[in-house]
Structure formats: structure tokens, C-alpha cells
């Protein structure tokens, strides 16, 4: 069962926009719309920001999109905000072997 | 508002088993179809499932550390347990409780994180 792949860090300026990626297989992110991602400010716990490819939770910033291409799924930030400096992580359910999930190796955004 | 919370030693020595608690407030752990998770995350590093259970169903489990998981729940006192035997140095991390969705697919409200040193 490896982790999903991506990128170490990406940055921005305010009011751009990034787009960060998650690189799986066909037995995972590319087999299922089961895609979320999560946004993790340094020494707190980790908040849903998508899931199952391209929903926001209620209470999200509609500035939070998702999407997937084959087996490449995208969280986009639009508008950066310095609040958005943290980092995040996708996951995805993964038929690899037995029934689990996977994170990705996490991604730190820096708004400059 | 749904609240998770993780309690249990914060030093475990080597070969011992580590064990942790997660009690729910704010919602019963067997009114509704969720989940509930365990994920880590050794310091500095990225964040790691270890597995979920259903209150009254069986648990899923992470491939690499199924031989040492035991997940199980309590329904009278609102709370699921999470044992890792054998521990080693690389089992220290921040481990997270959360609540999963019915489908299991993502975890929508998760605890503040409970530190677990293994050293001796």
C-alpha cells in the first residue's frame, strides 16, 4: 500500500490562484471517487476541505474546488489568503490489497 | 457539535502494547451509519490510517499494521479503543481519532491529536 504522490511544496501570492496534485493508480484514486483532501495548520488536527473528489463540507470556502483526471486527482485554492498557509493532504480509498485508505505524502503551501 | 477526544499514556516502552481511547460527546457512537478512525502521524511527517470500525460491524484495518491493530468499540460509555502491540520507536507519532462517513470514504470531525512517545 504506497502513498499517494505530492508535490513537497507549491507557493503563491495573494489573491492567485494554485492548484496542488495527487498522483495514485487505477486502484486507487483512479478507480474511485473517493478523493479527499485536507487542510493541516501546524500543530492542529487535520480539516476536511473535499471529499469524494469534488465536495465541500459546509462551512468550507467555496475558494476550495476539487477535481480528478485518470488517476490524478487536484485540490485548487483560488483568491490565496494568508490564512491558507498550511499543509495538505489528499486521500483516497484503495482496493490494493484488503478494503483501506491512503494518504498522500502531505503538501506545504506557502503564501507569499 | 460532535467532539472527539483521545486519552491514554503518553510514554509506552519498547515490545509493550500501546493503547489509546477515543470518547465521543456531542453524539452517540451507535445512532448513526459512521465510522470511526484512527490515523497517525510520526512528528514532522505525513498522516497515516491505521484503520476504522463500525460499532457493530467489522474493522478494517491498515495492511502493514494489521498484525498489531486491535480496534474495538464500547457503546455504553460512547467510546472506541485502539491497541498497537509490539511497539518500536517508529510507532511514536500524534495519533488522531475521527469519525468517518457511512461510506467510510473520509473523516469529517477528528480529535485534537494525543502524542505517544515509545522509548524506554
Known amino acids: 500500500q504506497s502513498a499517494l504522490t505530492q508535490p513537497a511544496s507549491v507557493s503563491g501570492s495573494p489573491g492567485q490562484s494554485i492548484t496542488i496534485s495527487c498522483t495514485g493508480t487505477s486502484s486507487d484514486v483512479g478507480g474511485y471517487n473517493y478523493v479527499s483532501w485536507y487542510q493541516q495548520h501546524p500543530g492542529k488536527a487535520p480539516k476536511l476541505m473535499i471529499y469524494?473528489?469534488?465536495n465541500r463540507p459546509s462551512g468550507v470556502s467555496n475558494r476550495f474546488s476539487g477535481s480528478k483526471s485518470g488517476n490524478t486527482a487536484s485540490l485548487t485554492i483560488s483568491g490565496l489568503q494568508a490564512e491558507d498557509e498550511a499543509d495538505y493532504y489528499c486521500?483516497?480509498?484503495?482496493?490494493?490489497?484488503?478494503?483501506?485508505?491512503?494518504f498522500g505524502g502531505g503538501t506545504k503551501l506557502t503564501v507569499l | 457539535q460532535l467532539q472527539l477526544q483521545e486519552s491514554g499514556p503518553g510514554l509506552v516502552k519498547p515490545s509493550e502494547t500501546l493503547s489509546l481511547t477515543c470518547t465521543v460527546s456531542g453524539g452517540s457512537i451507535s445512532s448513526s451509519s459512521h465510522y470511526w478512525g484512527w490515523i497517525r502521524q510520526p512528528p514532522g511527517k505525513g498522516l497515516e490510517w491505521i484503520g476504522h470500525?463500525?460499532?457493530?460491524?467489522?474493522?478494517y484495518y491498515n495492511p502493514s499494521l494489521k498484525s498489531r491493530v486491535t480496534m474495538s468499540v464500547d457503546t455504553s460509555k460512547n467510546q472506541f479503543s485502539l491497541k498497537l502491540s509490539s511497539v518500536t520507536a517508529a510507532d511514536t507519532a500524534v495519533y488522531y481519532c475521527a469519525r468517518s462517513s457511512s461510506g467510510g470514504d473520509y473523516f469529517d470531525y477528528w480529535g485534537q491529536g494525543t502524542l505517544v512517545t515509545v522509548s524506554s
Open positions: 470500525i463500525y460499532y457493530s460491524g467489522t474493522p
Open positions: 469524494e473528489v469534488n
Open positions: 486521500s483516497s480509498y484503495t482496493s490494493s490489497s484488503t478494503p483501506s485508505w491512503v
